[in-house]
């Protein structure tokens, strides 16, 4: 990673105050921001979430995910924190994009699932790699964190990018009855860790 500079500013929002970090990788062009709050440091413990953009369920509020709330509850339990960190990747559809995910969303309506739906429009399952989000923790001082996450392959990325996990905090609302069937998938076909569906 090859971080040009990195600008920060005040965020106040309705769910907490944040100070907002942006981060430019030089080399791949890829983008990210860090909301954050207290000081991290290799010394504390912080809480942290590595949320993937979600313009449907984040923006649009849509009920075909949970990724909104998510973001949502994340934001607010960080906002509270000693120490915390959201970094919000551009990583659209686990990683192929807003208008694949749209093509994607075509073929669930069709009967396919999230999972094969992505595997029919020749992509893995899940592209993303947790490379950048690892970097930019690293930039912050947290080094050392209790991970907001239900999925089991953020844990494996950050720690083989030598990001110590003390702990993994489940992050689950409430399923609605859109929503249901893509979780289900996400913990049958994916392992991910729920145990409201």
Do not use: W
Not at 57 to 83: P, T, W, Y
Not at 174 to 184: C, E, F, I, Q
Request: proline share 4%; with cysteine.
């Amino acid at each position: 990673m090859n971080f040009d500079s990195v600008p920060q500013a005040k965020l106040p929002t309705s769910l907490g105050k944040f100070i907002i970090y942006g981060f430019h990788d030089l080399d791949s062009g890829e983008e990210a921001v860090a909301l954050v709050t207290g000081k991290p440091t290799p010394k504390t413990v912080a809480l942290v979430r590595i949320h993937s953009q979600c313009l449907t369920g984040d923006v649009f509020s849509s009920l075909r995910c949970d990724c909104g709330e998510q973001l949502h509850a994340a934001m607010n339990l960080i906002a509270k924190a000693k120490s915390g960190v959201l970094i919000y990747q551009q990583k659209e559809g686990r990683g192929i994009g807003l208008i694949n995910k749209i093509r994607a969303y075509e073929l669930q309506d069709k009967g396919l699932d999230t999972v094969t739906a992505n595997l029919k429009l020749g992509f893995e399952a899940d592209l993303r790699d947790y490379l950048m989000p690892a970097e930019m923790l690293k930039y912050l001082g947290a080094t050392r964190i209790q991970l907001l996450s239900n999925n089991p392959e953020k844990v494996q990325g950050l720690v083989k990018e030598g990001i110590i996990i003390e702990k993994r905090i489940p992050l689950e609302v409430t399923p609605n009855s859109h929503a249901r069937g893509y979780l289900k998938v996400k913990k049958e076909k994916l392992g991910h860790l729920l145990n409201k569906v």
